[in-house]
C-alpha cells in the first residue's frame, strides 16, 4: 500500500489500492469472464473512453477467449456531478446486433452512465449485456443497475490513477488514490 509517489501531482492523497492488488484482482475477473464466456464466438469488451483504458487493455489480456474491444465516448451535460443527462460524443464502430457485449468503465459513481448507456446498447439487440467496473462507489448510487464484474468498492472519495483523472490529470498513476481536495483546489489555477 505504500508506494511512495514520485509522480509530480501534488493532489495525492492517500494510495488507496496499490497496483499489484489492481493486478491481482483484473486477473480474477479475467479468468471470471473466460469462464462466463466459454460458449461464446462474438465477445465484445466495450470499453467508456477514456477512463477505462487502462483497466480494459489489462482486462483483455487475462480473458482467454476470442474477444474484439471497441470504445464508445460520453459525457455528462453539466458540471462534474453526473447529471443524468448523458452526452455521446463518440459510438462503438462495431454493429453488436447478436454479440454478447460487456460494458466497460472505470467507476460507477451515481450509476447515471452506465443506466443510460445501458438503455441504449439493449436497443441496438446484442445477444447479451453485462456491465462491468473497475471501481463502485455504492452508496452514491441514485439508479438501480444490475452490476456483473466489480473490481472493488470504494468509499465515498474522489480518486485517481489507472485511468482516472481530476480535470484529465494523474489519469497515469499506477495505482488508485485518493484525492486530496484542499491540496487540489490550492493548486489548481
Ligand atoms: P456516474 O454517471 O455518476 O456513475 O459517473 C461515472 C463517471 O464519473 C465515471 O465514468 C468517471 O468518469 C466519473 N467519476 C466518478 N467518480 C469519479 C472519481 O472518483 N474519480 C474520477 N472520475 C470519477
Ligand atoms: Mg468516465
Same mark, same amino acid.
Given at each position: 500500500m505504500n508506494e511512495p509517489s514520485t509522480f509530480p501531482y501534488p493532489f495525492i492523497g492517500e494510495v488507496l489500492i496499490s497496483a499489484a492488488e489492481i493486478s491481482t484482482r483484473v486477473q480474477e475477473i479475467g479468468a471470471q469472464i473466460t469462464r462466463d464466456y466459454e460458449q461464446s464466438e462474438r465477445l465484445l469488451l466495450l470499453g467508456l473512453l477514456r477512463g477505462s483504458v487502462m483497466f480494459i487493455t489489462d482486462? $483483455?489480456?487475462s480473458v482467454q477467449r476470442p474477444l474484439t474491444m471497441d +470504445? $464508445?465516448?460520453v459525457s455528462s451535460y453539466a458540471g462534474s456531478e453526473s447529471s443524468? +443527462? /448523458?452526452r455521446i460524443d463518440s459510438d462503438h464502430k462495431t454493429n453488436i446486433n447478436g454479440w454478447d457485449v460487456i460494458l466497460i468503465d472505470d467507476i460507477i459513481d451515481t450509476g447515471f452512465t452506465i443506466h443510460t448507456v445501458r438503455k441504449l446498447l439493449l436497443d441496438r439487440s446484442p445477444r447479451s449485456l453485462?456491465?462491468?467496473?473497475l471501481l463502485d462507489k455504492k452508496e452514491r448510487h441514485r439508479v438501480h443497475i444490475p452490476l456483473d464484474y466489480i473490481g472493488f468498492? /470504494?468509499?465515498d472519495h474522489f480518486v485517481v *490513477?489507472? *485511468?482516472l483523472d481530476i480535470d484529465e490529470k494523474g489519469r497515469n498513476l499506477p495505482y488508485i488514490a485518493s484525492v486530496d481536495l484542499q491540496k487540489y483546489r490550492s493548486n489548481a489555477k
Amino acid at each position: 500500500m505504500n508506494e511512495p509517489s514520485t509522480f509530480p501531482y501534488p493532489f495525492i492523497g492517500e494510495v488507496l489500492i496499490s497496483a499489484a492488488e489492481i493486478s491481482t484482482r483484473v486477473q480474477e475477473i479475467g479468468a471470471q469472464i473466460t469462464r462466463d464466456y466459454e460458449q461464446s464466438e462474438r465477445l465484445l469488451l466495450l470499453g467508456l473512453l477514456r477512463g477505462s483504458v487502462m483497466f480494459i487493455t489489462d482486462l $483483455m489480456r487475462s480473458v482467454q477467449r476470442p474477444l474484439t474491444m471497441d +470504445f $464508445m465516448s460520453v459525457s455528462s451535460y453539466a458540471g462534474s456531478e453526473s447529471s443524468g +443527462f /448523458i452526452r455521446i460524443d463518440s459510438d462503438h464502430k462495431t454493429n453488436i446486433n447478436g454479440w454478447d457485449v460487456i460494458l466497460i468503465d472505470d467507476i460507477i459513481d451515481t450509476g447515471f452512465t452506465i443506466h443510460t448507456v445501458r438503455k441504449l446498447l439493449l436497443d441496438r439487440s446484442p445477444r447479451s449485456l453485462r456491465v462491468c467496473a473497475l471501481l463502485d462507489k455504492k452508496e452514491r448510487h441514485r439508479v438501480h443497475i444490475p452490476l456483473d464484474y466489480i473490481g472493488f468498492e /470504494i468509499p465515498d472519495h474522489f480518486v485517481v *490513477g489507472y *485511468g482516472l483523472d481530476i480535470d484529465e490529470k494523474g489519469r497515469n498513476l499506477p495505482y488508485i488514490a485518493s484525492v486530496d481536495l484542499q491540496k487540489y483546489r490550492s493548486n489548481a489555477k
